[in-house]
């Protein structure tokens, strides 16, 4: 994504449309020098996940870790002002320890130590100085939608930070869902963006067809039909036309490493898989434990379009507990999807529709709007294949870290809710909910739901569980993700 305000309010023609997501840059190499800082302290309460914040230059790439395992590092991006974010929990028993905190700036390298200790009578100022007296999200906000919302064309909604507007004819229910999120206030951040190269998909996740998955019944209660190795949650294949539209809404759960020293856990929505494509946003938790007595935990959220690197948005900053909504759509370059008469083919999308569209929400107030390019790309030596359409995912995944499977931390349960999807064949007339799977078919789509099970040893990491999202509407259901292990 290229490093551009947001566009006024009356766009040309050429300017209606968000930053384009492109492939991000590596971070810079090593420098030859390192110097050094000056030393930070932070103090945090006993068994309380606490944020921590730390001051660096605006924009620098971070590397934390701890000394005695240097190799074990957690790339902080710090956002336009300069602050980067972890969550450290002291068990009890804990004792000062020491990080150490490496990033670039105006060529040089720079190590600081962060030493951090618990306190019973620890104050939010002790371990997040720097938000102490700033807004938690900065950018440029957005005022609630107010008056005639069908007065804006959707060019107009867009340059001005809003989603467009869905036909409330057509599609009340996505229209409802609409209103209800520009009628909030909102802090639209940059759409500045960085590479996150240490985190991939295993290799049998991306592109693996669901008829390779293995059977299987799950676990008591769960709804899964099938197991994969890395992925729980709900995959729908087979569309009548094409899966063009994937919605979900999820509370970012607490994650914790929970007796391994490096252990990651992933959410997200994400539209194709099938043929090496995959266009997918959630948020991630990636964490470290220290000695049995720190826990050092890393939320952030992130997007990703293969075959590049994962890429995080350092200015919207995530915590346990925010709701996040995500929208992923495909349309054309001012946000409306376009569609062909049923009449005059079978897919539903026309060349019109060319861009993939990323709309995150959360209810610390950040928003942030970005589209991708549905043609095949090819940048840096590595080539897309383009959008298709042919599978639709609502996941809790164990990612790979430096090309290694991790363990799947701990998380606390979690509801992903409001999951939806469209196929373009229907138009907007039609948006379709998750169900139980009960042998039936939702129209012409394969719906499976999926344990994530070790292939080693066969144990069952994580599982989802089916529940009734009447609020959102009487045939609806959501997911709840529940962990069971850790390997």
């Keep these: 994504m290229t490093d551009q305000p947001l566009l006024e309010d009356r766009p040309s023609p050429t300017e209606a449309r968000p930053s384009v997501l492109a492939s991000p840059t590596l971070p810079l190499p090593p420098p030859r020098e390192v110097n050094r800082g000056e030393p930070i302290e932070r103090q945090v309460p006993v068994e309380e996940e606490t944020l921590v914040t730390l001051r660096v230059p605006p924009r620098a790439i971070c590397q934390l870790y701890h000394p005695g395992n240097p190799d074990r590092r957690l790339q902080l991006d710090a956002d336009d002002r300069g602050i980067v974010r972890v969550h450290a929990t002291a068990k009890v028993g804990a004792q000062p320890t020491e990080l150490l ?88 951040v940059s759409p500045r963006i960085v590479a996150h190269p240490e985190l991939s998909h295993a290799p049998d996740s991306a592109g693996q067809n669901m008829a390779e998955a293995i059977p299987g019944t799950g676990q008591p209660g769960s709804e899964a039909n099938a197991n994969w190795s890395t992925w729980c949650g709900a995959y729908v294949n087979k569309p009548t036309g094409q899966f063009y539209n994937i919605s979900a809404t999820w509370t970012v ?39 049995g007595f720190w826990q050092i935990t890393s939320y952030f959220m992130w997007m990703e379009s293969l075959p590049w690197s994962w890429w995080v948005v350092p200015n919207f900053p995530v915590s346990p507990g925010d709701q996040l909504t995500v929208d992923i759509w495909v349309a054309d370059p001012y946000g409306t999807t376009e569609f062909k008469d049923p009449t005059e083919g079978n897919d539903g999308l026309t060349r019109a529709d060319n861009s993939v569209w990323f709309y995150l929400v959360s209810s610390n107030g950040a928003s942030f709007m970005g589209t991708y390019p549905t043609a095949p790309e090819s940048l840096g030596g590595l080539q897309s294949t383009g959008f298709t359409g042919r599978t639709a995912e609502f996941i809790i995944e164990r990612p790979q870290v430096n090309g290694a499977s991790t363990p799947l931390a701990f998380f ?76």
Aim: charged share 20%; glycine share 6%.
């Design 101 to 188: 905190l490496e990033y670039q700036h105006d060529g040089q390298g720079w190590r600081q130590s962060v030493a951090i200790s618990a306190d019973l009578h620890c104050t939010p100022e002790m371990s997040a100085p720097e938000l102490a007296d700033v807004p938690v999200v900065t950018g440029s906000v957005r005022p609630p939608l107010e008056g005639d919302v069908a007065e804006l064309s959707t060019r107009e909604l867009v340059a001005r930070g809003y989603p467009p507007r869905p036909d409330p004819a057509k599609a009340p229910a996505r229209y409802a869902r609409w209103l209800r999120t520009v009628s909030r206030p909102s802090t639209v």
């Design 253 to 291: 759960p607490a994650s914790v490493p929970f007796g391994e020293e490096f252990a990651a856990v992933v959410e997200w929505i994400g539209l194709d898989n099938f043929a090496g494509d995959l266009y997918q946003a959630g948020t991630g938790a990636l964490c470290l434990d220290i000695a």
């Design 412 to 487: 606390t349960p979690t509801l992903m809710r409001a999951c939806s999807y469209g196929d373009a064949l229907y138009g907007d007339w039609e948006m379709f909910f998750l169900q139980p799977d009960n042998g039936s078919e939702p129209f012409d789509g394969n719906l499976q739901y999926l344990n994530m099970v070790d292939p080693a040893n066969n144990d069952t990491l994580a599982v989802p569980f089916v529940l009734p999202d009447p609020a959102e509407n009487p045939s609806a259901n959501m997911i709840m993700f529940a962990w069971l292990d850790w390997l």
